[in-house]
């Protein structure tokens, strides 16, 4: 299992949003569908290296569940609810998602360095590059960051 992407706060509001979870929505049907042409044989050790997830850093949750209403709650908790339940079931492909915890001071400093830099997607940012995965946004950085790939779900929306 790999990580392909990493959302940021400006992806998860879009996702708990009414008006702007399609491209979100859209960008992770891709992984899903990208999944699911590698096939079921669960003896092909190969193949499931291939699967991937999306990330969501947990300071990115926790900004989005604090700013999105009721209705953008309720998503990010039933989101939640089927991570811990693919986590009890020890089941990780159950969900496209996987939560992105810090592992260290170590961590914790980069991700808060980069929060200084770019607000609102320091650890999304630190995991992208930690994990060579792509940074999923809806506000992409003004400048270029070193090594970041970069998807910017606004292009794909038309307000």
């Known amino acids: 299992m790999t990580v392909r992407a990493v959302l940021d706060t400006s992806a998860m509001l879009a996702y708990a949003s009414v008006d702007q979870a399609i491209p979100v929505s859209e960008f992770v049907r891709s992984v899903m569908e990208e ?12 193949a ?19 700013q999105a209403d009721s209705f953008g709650r309720n998503l990010l908790a039933d989101l939640a609810s089927d991570l811990a339940v693919a986590e009890e079931l020890q089941d990780v492909e159950r969900s496209t998602f996987v939560f992105l915890p810090l592992a260290g001071v170590g961590d914790i400093l980069e991700a808060s360095e980069l929060e200084h830099q770019w607000p609102g997607r320091g650890e999304a940012i630190h995991h992208a590059l930690r994990l060579n ?26 307000d």
């Open 48 to 66: 499931w290296a291939e699967i991937s997830q999306v990330g969501i850093p947990t300071s990115t949750f926790i900004a989005a569940y604090a």
């Open 35 to 46: 999944n699911e042409a590698i096939g079921d044989d669960p003896d092909n050790v190969e």
């Open 133 to 158: 995965a792509e940074l999923a946004t809806f506000d992409p950085p003004k400048q270029p960051i070193p090594r970041l790939q970069l998807t910017d779900l606004s292009m794909t929306w038309d």
